[in-house]
């Protein structure tokens, strides 16, 4: 089974709300990250959070980590049309070699 | 150059044709992947290589034969597919950790895709 799962699926909200997906995963890790595809297109590396670290940001990104209950979300604030994307976390087992992608929430942002 | 490059942007072919893929990538970086990706799935390894050897192989059929030239190419070959291998094909790199393995700590740039439709 997936090491990651994602939720919502799918997310739709107005321009300038908040967007929060929330990631689970089974097995201790080294650290998880994230990724946004735009539709059809490649994956493209948002941020990466360490097992020793509990949040984190990157301009209007915040991610946090919770390692006791293997969960971690990712929070977009003041959202734009251009964010409308699929968003995906991805970690690798601590000892593993790959990475794993979650199943991916939708994000849909009416202007 | 931060860029993972692909050719072509779709490729349309029959069962019986032979085809390959075609990856890029410019950053020194020496692991490099194959992905598949369907339709609001998320993206599934197929292939790790690391120092252009190959290092992981998710058991994937042998319709598929990667190969890695160089450091800076990684190419797929295509042969006797199948419908249901339509998919979105992704190829990414990043920098091993320093034992050569790859833990998550090596983020991953992917390269745009290369729409796949098998008839």
Not at chain 1, 78 to 95: K, V
């Amino acid at each position: 089974s997936q090491q990651g799962e994602e939720d919502p699926q799918a997310l739709s909200i107005q321009e300038g709300e908040n967007a929060t997906m929330n990631c689970s995963y089974k097995t201790s890790i080294n650290n998880l990250q994230w990724y946004r595809q735009n539709s059809g297109r490649g994956l493209v590396h948002l941020i990466l959070i360490r097992s020793n670290e509990r949040e984190k940001h990157s301009g209007r990104l915040r991610v946090t980590l919770d390692t006791s209950k293997k969960s971690s979300s990712l929070l977009i604030t003041a959202s734009r049309a251009a964010d409308t994307a699929s968003y995906f976390c991805a970690t690798a087992p601590t000892g593993g070699f790959k990475t794993i992608f979650g199943a991916g929430t939708r994000l849909f942002v009416k202007a | 150059d931060t860029e993972v490059t692909q050719t072509p942007k779709h490729l349309v072919m029959g069962m019986t044709n032979k085809k390959s893929l075609k990856c890029e990538q410019h950053m020194g970086h020496r692991a490099m992947y194959w992905y598949k990706q369907k339709a609001k799935k998320p993206p599934e390894l197929m292939f790790v290589y690391s120092y252009e050897k190959l290092s992981i192989n998710e058991s994937v059929p042998s319709r598929f034969s990667p190969e890695c030239p160089n450091s800076s190419l990684l190419n797929l070959h295509l042969h006797a597919l199948q419908p249901e291998d339509s998919a979105l094909y992704l190829c990414a790199s990043s920098q091993p950790g320093l034992a050569g393995g790859h833990t998550s700590t090596d983020t991953q740039y992917f390269g745009p895709g290369t729409r796949l439709t098998v008839l």
